[in-house]
């Protein structure tokens, strides 16, 4: 049972960075995927970004191409979301999450563990 947290959440101006970091307890975390995820009020649960077991295949949402950046280090266990030309929308909830397979996915539902999230706030 990989168990998950998320840190690093938090107010930031638009244009401003933020870095978020998810934490894994439990597990082999170097074996799977990651991914992170928001929810804004309201609406669905979407993809932001994964990252495979190794680090060599990434993955990003069209809207955040260009401005977010995922990492990870296997030794520490963590999975980093680099945030940068933060926009109000991009205000929501985010989360991690563990896939249990050999490829990452933008599918939520194919993601086996979740933290519990993060909140986001980006003023204009």
């Known amino acids: 049972q990989v168990q998950l947290v998320e840190s690093g959440g938090g107010l930031v101006h638009a244009g401003g960075s933020l870095r978020l970091s998810c934490a894994a307890s439990?597990?082999?975390?170097?074996?799977?995927?990651m991914g992170w995820f928001r929810q804004a009020p309201g609406k669905e649960r979407e993809f932001v970004s994964s990252i495979g077991p190794s680090g060599a295949n990434t993955g990003y949402a069209d809207s955040v191409t260009g401005r977010f950046t995922i990492s990870r280090d296997n030794a520490k266990n963590t999975v980093y979301l680099q945030m940068n030309s933060l926009k109000p929308e991009d205000t929501a909830i985010y989360y991690c999450a563990a896939r249990v397979s050999r490829f990452w996915t933008n599918t939520p539902s194919s993601y086996d563990y979740w933290g519990p999230g993060t909140q986001v706030t980006v003023s204009s």
């Open positions: 439990r597990g082999t975390f170097s074996n799977y995927p």
